[in-house]
Structures are given as C-alpha cells and as structure tokens.
C-alpha cells in the first residue's frame, strides 16, 4: 500500500498569514498516461466529515475558497492557504487514488496562533 | 441535492454483527461506486470496502476481509455494511462515501455524517 506521510502535524498561523502543509507518498502517484497526480486534500472540522477541498493535486472544488491551492507533483505535495481565516481551523488529509486500497495521511492540525 | 443519511451504529461485544445502513437521495447508488471509510479516534480516514455501479466488482480493506460484507439495495438506494466478527480495533466512526465523479477514479465528494461504532465487552 501506498503510504502517505504528512508534516506538520500541527501547525498554528496567525490570521492572514499563510499555511503550508505538506504530504508525500512513498511512491509515485503521477500517472504518465495522463500526466495526472492523482491526489486529493480534504478538511475536517470537528464533529463533521472530511470536506474535498483539492483533487488531481491542484483542481479546487466547486465552492472552495480561492485562498487554497494545491501543487506539487510525482510524490511532494503542498497544500496552501494564503491568507488564514478563522474557519479555517480544522485538520486536514491527504489522500492517494492511485491505486486501491486509496489511503489517506495521518493529517494536519491547523489551529490559530 | 446528495445526502447520504446514515444509521445502523452502536456498542457491541466483541465476536458480535452489526449492520450499517446508508439511505442515499439526490442520486442513484446504482450508478456511482460506493465506499466506506472509518475512522478511529484521533486518526486518519482509513478506506475499508468498496462496491462497483454495476454493483459485481467489491473490494475490501485487509484488515476487514473475510468479516465484512458491502450491499446495496436498488429498491431502497441503500448502501449497507454488514459487520462480523467485531474486533476492538474496529471501534471507529464509519462514513458511507461516493466518488466524486463517473469515471472509476476513487476521490470522495460526498459523505454521510458519519455512526459510531464501538466494540467493547
């Protein structure tokens, strides 16, 4: 199985600062036929389930805030907040869907300085 | 609208079944794949079982294979996990998931809220 590392694994920013949380799998999950890197980010707040916020590594969901982002490619990734707002807070996932079984990080907690 | 409305947790002894239930509306769980993911407390989402829109080809996590059953009814858009030979590591909330999208690849874009279950003599 593919295993997906996460650091930090909590981070506190001031509001308005930015957030950079990062994951890397053990292995590649770009895809040469396609050229996609088959990577999701999801948010979880308290008491609720995981939200898709990012998909194929940097393709924002409809309803997602502009302030993040996604990149990086082959088996480093970045997710990016630019500019933290106080909804924020929450933990956050990485997820592989390159091959089955689909894994997830152990995530990031992301809290208010 | 997607909702997935979950019910079927609770405490249960280890060795015991329990079954999960997942009443879908807003689409048709016939024409999506369909996942469980669990999570333990304080821990990551941990995929466990998937079944296919054609509702022939179910794929389950190691950890769960050969105890746990993924079902559906068309009749009742309903995704079921039938759960036997629970174990204390079972002890999680589980979430019914569909894929985002129909294409066969397994990002989820919509969940249930999610039921506890808790394996505990």
């Known amino acids: 199985d593919i295993v997906m590392t996460q650091s930090p694994d909590s981070l506190a920013v001031s509001l308005g600062e930015r957030a950079t949380i990062n994951c890397k799998s053990s292995?590649?999950?770009?895809?040469?036929?396609?050229?996609?890197?088959?990577l999701a980010w999801y948010q979880q707040k308290s008491g609720q389930p995981p939200k898709l916020l990012i998909y194929?590594?940097?393709i924002r969901e409809s309803g997602v805030p502009d302030r993040f982002s996604g990149s990086g490619s082959g088996t480093d990734f970045t997710l990016t907040i630019s500019s933290l707002q106080a909804e924020d807070v929450a933990v956050y996932y990485c997820?592989?869907?390159?091959?089955?079984?689909?894994?997830f990080g152990r995530g990031t907690r992301l809290e208010i300085k | 609208q997607v909702q997935l409305v979950q019910s079927g947790g609770g405490v249960v002894q280890p060795g015991r079944s329990l079954r999960l239930s997942c009443a879908a509306s807003g689409f048709l769980v016939s024409t999506y794949v369909m996942h469980w993911v669990r999570q333990a407390p304080g821990k990551g989402p941990e995929w466990v079982a998937l079944m296919s829109s054609d509702g022939i080809t179910k794929y389950y996590a190691d950890s769960v294979k050969g105890r746990f059953t993924i079902s559906r009814d068309n009749s009742k858009n309903t995704l079921y996990l039938q759960m036997d030979s629970l174990r204390h590591e079972d002890t999680a909330v589980y979430y019914c998931?569909?894929?985002?999208?129909?294409?066969?690849?397994?990002?989820?874009?919509?969940w249930g809220l999610g039921t506890l279950v808790t394996v505990s003599s």
């Open positions: 997820q592989h869907f390159y091959t089955n079984p689909v894994t």
């Open positions: 194929w590594a940097s």
């Open positions: 292995q590649s999950v770009l895809h040469t036929s396609n050229n996609k890197n088959y």
């Open positions: 998931a569909k894929d985002r999208d129909q294409n066969l690849i397994h990002y989820f874009g919509d």
